[in-house]
């Protein structure tokens, strides 16, 4: 039987369009260094106000990939 493992990081991505968008650049600028991503899980969501308005997003990742063996 062939067992699989993963390992998890977590990330924080940031945008200035959105919560979805801030999870986007967090895959993509992870997925550089981090090959055979398998999901994600959304931690959280914050933003950074600036003059009573959302000047950027951001959104904590905990990205899952394989290990080999």
């Known amino acids: ?3 699989q493992v993963a390992k998890v990081i977590e990330v924080v991505g940031t ?3 959105g919560w979805t968008q801030a999870a986007d650049e967090a895959v ?3 997925s550089k260094s981090v090959k055979h991503i398998t999901g994600i899980q959304v931690g959280s969501m914050t933003a950074q106000v600036r003059d009573g308005k959302i000047s950027a997003y951001k959104t904590t990742v905990k990205i899952a990939f ?3 063996d």
């Open 15 to 17: 945008s200035e369009e």
């Open 66 to 68: 394989g290990v080999n």
């Open 28 to 30: 993509r600028v992870a």
């Open 1 to 3: 039987m062939k067992h």
